[in-house]
């Protein structure tokens, strides 16, 4: 069966989009863990952010539909080469983040268009999670 325009439209605004909050402990500073993160989320239509945290973490949020957030984070805890991923810590974001992401918004209510790698923080962004 092919779908029109219209229908295709309909189906692709039925797909439900979460918003996923991650920190990842290991060796994941030093070793390309942002930009394999954000290569890994673009190739699968993912948008958010990531960052290095002052205690060795990395931290992000990606946006997308429940089929690509498993995909991705299957890719996670594999990481690039010279990575260890020893702790993954996640939970679904609704609402509010809070801090200095001024994307998170944009994020959330689904209006960005891209993933990003941001500079360095000190803390993990505070996240209301369902």
Avoid at 13 to 37: A, D, E, P, T, W
Avoid at 45 to 63: I, K, Q, S, T, Y
Avoid at 80 to 107: C, F, H, M, N
């Amino acid at each position: 069966m092919k779908l029109t325009s219209a229908q295709w439209n309909v189906s692709q605004n039925m797909v439900q989009l979460i918003s996923r909050h991650y920190l990842i402990k290991g060796r994941v500073q030093g070793v390309g863990f942002r930009r394999f993160v954000e290569a890994r989320a673009r190739s699968l239509g993912l948008v958010g952010a990531v960052r290095n945290l002052a205690d060795g973490r990395v931290e992000f949020l990606a946006r997308g539909d429940a089929a690509s957030i498993r995909d991705f984070e299957r890719l996670i805890a594999q990481g690039p080469a010279l990575s260890q991923v020893t702790e993954i810590l996640s939970g679904d974001v609704s609402g509010e983040v809070y801090g200095e992401w001024r994307s998170s918004d944009a994020i959330l209510e689904g209006t960005a268009d891209q993933f990003s790698v941001l500079k360095d923080g000190e803390e993990p962004w505070s996240v209301s999670k369902n």
